[in-house]
């Protein structure tokens, strides 16, 4: 049962007296040695969100995903799968900076009137964590809390962040009319692997693809997947995965240094032909590369991957003869210019653009039929409505072609995984793709070509005061910052730039893209001059 004296004398102290901790797009997030206090504030809080839903399962997360080995993080998983619902995360923050035990039942207090939440509800909680050397003792952390609070909960053990997510689906799901799957790792394998043998059936397998795993959870994952695909179906061979050896984790690889630094991981040789990409540290994200013939590095990201997709399912939809199935996409401001135009101009669909932040994405492309998500940085899914899933499910094909595209459409609903990006159902998804067009990485890239752009990080001495709008693209604060970089970007030749406030780091992120690398880097360096 709920216990209020339990939950007061079990509260575990601040680690660092005037740390303040925030629950940002990705949780909480920071170094590891102030977290022990916050996991078990984010027991209770899965506890009472539990009880707020009826006793359907939560999911928490620890993970601080692409961060450096020494850092950690939490977050929470709403029972279809997806991010917390966004109007908790401030009774998340306070809960997680009530320094005292008094403090803590009062902020209690105010959640439990806020969503007239019935204590004698039995609460649901699973939790997974990933490789990082701080989880056993976070784990422990978050332990305290669930059983102070009373909830009954499971220990899942070590998992992808997306792995996580299906579960909680599947738990909350099971015996329903949606039922996602089975609720076991295996499961989760089972279920992709079955449906990638289907939409590759009868196509000859490509060459081998290089899976850079970060050195974190994604490896071990991977591996155990492959025991489930035949080699002759997919070849894939794993690169950087040294769980053990402290300090590897995302050092020097993974999807977050491949994308920033826009080169291969240096503990990979790669030559003209090969296929290579990475996972970030939890494997919810990930970005293909390889190299030309004379040697210059190309870049495969969340826009190409989104573009891909989008084509795919669009062409199949049209084959299978439910045109009335649509697909759209959402982006956020950092998807290159190119790629927008792409999809609107050559693939004719509709694309929305967001703030950053999974959720957001999420949310926008509910409001598809079909709505494929992307950040450029490599994380993303596709979603189906329940109405294009029904469609999908119950048309009558009138020729072989159009049993054949169902037959694909039903594969990828399967294959995909709808809660949230994650990197190991996205590479299957490419590959699945690949395969049946039969494309190199360089057909695939024919698309589009990136228009050159720079990111630049800017170390401010307070970032809240950049306001945004328009989905982050303009600045309504600091006043009249944005008709100066306006005034800039007008001198360049399809020049973009705006800027916006970091959810993750302390610091301004300037964005720039522009008809030539030279006039990018100007640009970028310029509006950074301003922001400074
Ligand atoms: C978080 C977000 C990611 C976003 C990134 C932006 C989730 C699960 N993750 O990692 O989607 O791209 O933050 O970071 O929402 P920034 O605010 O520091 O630019
Ligand atoms: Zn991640």
Redesign the pocket.
């Known amino acids: 049962s709920f216990d209020t004296a339990a939950i007061k004398n079990n509260i575990i102290a601040h680690e660092k007296q005037g740390f303040v901790y925030t629950y940002g797009?990705?949780g909480f997030r920071s170094n590891a040695e102030v977290l022990g206090s916050v996991m078990y504030k984010v027991g209770i809080l899965a506890t009472l969100r539990s009880k707020k839903l009826n006793g359907s399962t939560i999911g928490v997360m620890i993970t601080a995903?692409h961060n450096p080995e020494e850092d950690n993080g939490v977050?929470l998983v709403d029972p279809r799968g997806e991010?917390l619902e966004q109007s908790w995360e401030v009774y998340a923050t306070k809960l997680a900076n009530a320094n005292d035990g008094e403090t803590l039942l009062n902020a209690i207090d105010e959640i439990v009137a806020q969503y007239k939440i019935d204590l004698d509800i039995p609460a649901n909680v699973i939790y997974a964590y990933d490789t990082r050397p701080s989880c056993p003792h976070l784990v422990k952390c978050l332990e305290q809390g669930l059983e102070a609070a009373g909830a009954k909960s499971t220990n899942f053990g070590l998992k992808t962040t997306p792995m996580l997510h299906y579960l909680v689906r599947c738990i909350n799901t099971a015996g329903t009319n949606d039922a996602y799957g089975e609720a076991t790792e295996e499961g989760y394998y089972k279920k992709l692997t079955a449906a990638f043998a289907t939409a590759v059936k009868g196509k000859p397998r490509l060459s081998t693809l290089h899976v850079d795993c970060a050195n974190g959870v994604g490896a071990p994952k991977l591996r155990e997947l492959l025991k489930f695909i035949a080699p002759e179906i997919l070849s894939v061979d794993i690169v950087n995965e040294d769980t053990t050896t402290v300090g590897q984790l995302n050092k020097n690889c993974g999807a977050d240094f491949v994308k920033t630094n826009q080169r291969a991981p240096p503990s990979i040789t790669i030559t003209a032909g090969d296929r290579c990409c990475s996972y970030d540290g939890d494997a919810?994200r990930i970005v293909f590369y390889y190299v030309t013939e004379d040697g210059t590095f190309r870049l495969l990201d969340g826009d190409k991957i989104a573009g891909l997709a989008a084509s795919f399912i669009t062409e199949l939809v049209h084959e299978a003869g439910i045109d009335s199935i649509k697909v759209g996409v959402v982006q956020t401001a950092y998807a290159n210019g190119s790629s927008t135009n792409y999809l609107t101009k050559v693939l004719s669909v509709p694309v929305s653009c967001v703030s950053?932040?999974?959720?957001h994405l999420h949310h926008e492309a509910e409001k598809y039929d079909v709505g494929v998500y992307f950040?450029a940085?490599g994380?993303g899914t596709v979603l189906f409505s329940p109405d294009a899933l029904n469609t999908i499910k119950t048309v009558e094909a009138k020729t072989p072609a159009q049993k054949q595209a169902i037959a694909q459409l039903s594969a990828l609903t399967e294959l995909i995984n709808q809660t949230v990006g994650d990197a190991i159902s996205d590479m299957l998804l490419v590959e699945a793709i690949l395969t049946s067009r039969q494309w190199s990485f360089e057909e695939w890239d024919q698309a589009y070509t990136d228009l050159p752009n720079r990111l630049v990080k800017v170390v401010v001495s307070d970032r809240h005061i950049f306001k945004t709008t328009n989905a982050e693209r303009q600045l309504v604060e600091p006043a009249g910052l944005q008709a100066e970089i306006d005034s800039l970007v007008a001198k360049y030749s399809n020049g973009r730039s705006f800027v916006?406030a970091?959810?993750?780091?302390d610091a301004v992120?300037v964005y720039a893209e522009a008809a030539t690398r030279a006039e990018t880097d100007d640009l970028a360096f310029k509006v950074a001059q301003l922001v400074y």
């Open positions: 797009t990705a995903s977050k991010m919810d950053t932040g999974v959720k950040e940085n994380h916006r970091s959810g993750t780091e992120r």
